[in-house]
Antibody, heavy 121, light 107 residues
Framework: EVQLVESGGGLVQPGRSLKLSCAAS????????MAWVRQAPKKGLEWVAT????????YYRDSVNGRFTFSRDNAKSTLYLQMDSLRSEDTATYYC??????????????WGQGTLVTVSS | NIVMTQSPKSMSISVGDRVTMNCKAS??????IAWYQQKPGQSPKLLIY???NRFNRVPDRFTGSGYGTDFTLTINSVQAEDAAFYYC?????????FGSGTKLEIK
């Protein structure tokens, strides 16, 4: 059974940093690109970032590019999202998600339960 | 970037009715659309991908159709457990943009 478990969310002041983690299990981690998707309170879904199966390539939505860094440790089957220079508009539940297949444009077939990040003074 | 527009924003349907919700892309996305269901307090779940393919164990009352810029999710004989938000998403090419969602309420 595919499982994705996020952690690391919390309350953080504007301008500060936070690092999220996502532990994956139940599938061959190195076969899949992965992604982060966020959802602001009472709002819709927003793709944040994607990382290739080997971690060699990552890309981001414009509003987080240069502030967020997506990485993975394939030995630990774990993803990381380093979020720097946080803004109030980054407040959201952050989900890690696995693509349906090897292609990083396929749909998000599996989702974690999410971790809430609140950016506020 | 492509904009995905969903309509209606909300709808209230009786159990057993048929419901249709729409997703319009601002440019041709061919058949590269997915649909997700999100119930309150839960993570989204993949329902349909590449316009019309049902994901694992999705009931066959859920049907996707369309091509190019106009897409439809149909639920035949709506059940009480179908109350949720439904999101379309442009897939295949980044950015993987979502629509703003349709809220389905059951009377």
């Amino acid at each position: 059974e595919v499982q994705l478990v996020e952690s690391g969310g919390g309350l953080v002041q504007p301008g500060r940093s936070l690092k999220l983690s996502c532990a994956a299990s139940g599938f061959t981690f190195t076969d899949y690109a992965m992604a982060w998707v966020r959802q602001a309170p009472k709002k819709g879904l927003e793709w944040v970032a994607t990382i290739s199966y080997d971690g060699g390539r990552s890309y981001y939505r414009d509003s987080v590019n240069g502030r967020f860094t997506f990485s993975r440790d394939n030995a630990k089957s774990t993803l990381y999202l380093q979020m720097d220079s946080l803004r109030s508009e980054d407040t959201a539940t952050y989900y890690c998600a696995r693509f349906l297949d090897y292609y990083d444009g396929s749909p998000f077939a599996y989702w974690g339960q999410g971790t809430l990040v609140t950016v506020s003074s | 970037n492509i904009v995905m527009t969903q309509s209606p924003k909300s709808m209230s349907i009786s159990v057993g009715d048929r419901v249709t919700m729409n997703c319009k892309a601002s440019q041709n996305v061919y058949n590269n659309i997915a649909w997700y269901q999100q119930k309150p307090g839960q993570s989204p779940k993949l329902l349909i991908y590449y316009t019309s393919n049902r994901f694992n164990r999705v009931p066959d009352r859920f049907t996707g159709s369309g091509y190019g810029t106009d897409f439809t999710l149909t639920i035949n004989s709506v059940q009480a457990e179908d109350a949720a938000f439904y999101y379309c998403q442009r897939i295949y090419i980044s950015p993987l943009t979502f629509g703003s969602g349709t809220k389905l309420e059951i009377k």
